[in-house]
């Protein structure tokens, strides 16, 4: 079994300012770690993965994630925030092998200050 | 690559009303999954499909719900006798069946409204 969590439901930030949006998991096997998006009204959509090889993964829109095996944590990282990064952003796991059973956490809402 | 396509966006309906709705996923792709998301909640596992065969379902998915996929391509998920707590964002995804490196597209939902 696996689950995630993701510490802060709301996190706000200035332009420009660092963004850090933390996710643990828990699972069985070595885990498949994701990040997605989401926008107000609309799907999800996948910033970056974790499968194997390097630990630190870059994606979309500047932001990258690293593996922590020792910490059990895959946390989400942009080093310079932008206004139309303000969005809900989903920490998912899934067993290795394949991508088809996700496990989110429930999520982080990114405000930016005015 | 036109993405995925769900109709209705929202529906309202009546409890005990049943309702249907429909999931067109990326022409080529080999999987189609659909997703519950509640209120401050993350997205939660339904069930899936690899072209017509549905492989599995989640303990969510109780009696009143079925999801069908007839010709591998489009999907229709009703719920029967609906009941307010199935008020939520219904979502669909897709992808190519190469597994970990054919990551999942989502389309952008049908809010289901139970009054």
């Known amino acids: 079994a696996q689950s995630v969590t993701q510490l802060g439901s709301h996190v706000s930030v200035s332009e420009g300012a660092l963004v850090l949006l933390r996710c643990n998991y828990s699972?069985?096997?070595?885990?498949?770690l994701f990040w997605y998006v989401q926008y107000p009204n609309q799907g999800l959509q996948l910033l970056l993965k974790?499968?194997?090889?390097?630990?630190l993964v870059k994606g979309i829109n500047g932001f990258e994630a690293e593996f922590k095996k020792s910490e059990t944590s895959f946390h989400l990282t942009k080093p310079s925030a932008h206004m139309s990064d303000a969005a809900e952003y989903f920490c998912?796991?899934?067993?290795?092998?394949?991508?088809?059973?996700?496990?989110f956490g429930k999520g982080t809402l990114l405000t930016m200050n005015p | 690559d036109t993405g995925v396509s769900q109709d209705p966006r929202h529906k309202i309906t009546k409890r005990g009303q049943n309702v249907t709705f429909r999931c067109d996923p990326i022409?080529?792709?080999?999987?189609l999954y659909w997703y519950r998301q509640t209120l401050g909640q993350g997205p939660e596992f339904l069930t899936y499909?690899?072209?017509?065969?549905?492989?599995?379902k989640s303990r969510l998915l109780s009696d009143r719900f079925s999801a069908e996929r007839p010709k591998g391509s489009f999907s229709t998920l009703e719920i029967q006798r609906t009941e307010q707590g199935d008020s939520a964002m219904y979502l669909c995804?897709?992808?190519?069946?190469?597994?970990?490196?054919?990551?999942?597209?989502f389309g952008n939902g049908t809010r289901l409204t139970v009054t």
């Open positions: 699972s069985s096997v070595p885990p498949y």
């Open positions: 998912a796991v899934s067993l290795g092998g394949s991508n088809y059973k996700l496990t």
């Open positions: 995804a897709s992808s190519l069946l190469q597994g970990l490196n054919s990551p999942l597209h």
């Open positions: 974790y499968t194997t090889g390097a630990t």
């Open positions: 022409s080529e792709h080999n999987r």
């Open positions: 499909f690899q072209n017509e065969a549905q492989l599995e």
